[in-house]
């Protein structure tokens, strides 16, 4: 992965924490254990600093970024989806961010909760464990159910899981110029036919 110290301040990746080639690290970045970074990420700790927690995951072409002496802390089990921007804010233990989300600096989501793709989180916002929030300017639309709480919990694990995966078996390659007739699928968990309810 590219990889780049600044004025001295080095990355830190835990060994099991999973990190595409294709990601960018840049300076103050603690990726914690059983994180996963996803293709084309971003993580600029250039002026502030970056910090995963343990079985975080911020996936394909993610941006995490925060004004001089802030911080983007995505805590234990969250979950950072495709294309999101984090700018100097918070989001909690199990929350998810959905894909092309923008959370803005010094907004806190709270654990278990669900922002929905493409919202605008604006500066300092805050919210209650276990909302649903959405819309731009994103507000809480209502609480997630159980069932919601315990569906995003089961998509993480998959991230988790993928981190294993990609240590397995992740390998660079030339493709093919036409299918095998017997062609395999990749082996995935089922928990993505189950929509929440």
Known sequence: MPS???EGVLPVVHPSAYVHPTATLIGDVWIGPGCYVGPA?????????????EGANIQDTCVAHAFPGKD??????????????LHGCT????????????????????SRSIVGAGALVKA???????????GT???????????????KAKGT?????????????????????????????????????????
């Open 157 to 197: 694990e998959e991230y988790q899981r993928l981190t294993l995966r990609c240590f397995e078996s992740l390998e660079e390659c030339q493709p093919l110029e036409e299918a095998d007739s017997d062609r395999p699928r990749v082996e995935v968990g089922s928990h993505q036919l189950k929509r929440h309810s």
């Open 91 to 110: 989001v909690g233990e199990g929350a998810m961010v959905g894909m092309n989300a923008v959370v803005m600096d010094e907004a806190v989501i709270a």
């Open 72 to 85: 983007v802390v995505v805590e234990k089990d969250g979950h950072v989806g495709h294309g999101a921007i």
């Open 124 to 134: 300092g916002f805050q919210c209650d464990p276990a909302s649903l929030i959405v």
């Open 41 to 53: 990420a971003s993580l600029r700790g250039d002026f502030g600093r970056i910090v995963l927690k």
């Open 4 to 6: 780049y110290s600044i």
């Open 137 to 151: 300017p994103a507000r809480v639309v209502r609480m997630l159910s159980d069932n919601e709480v315990a569906w």
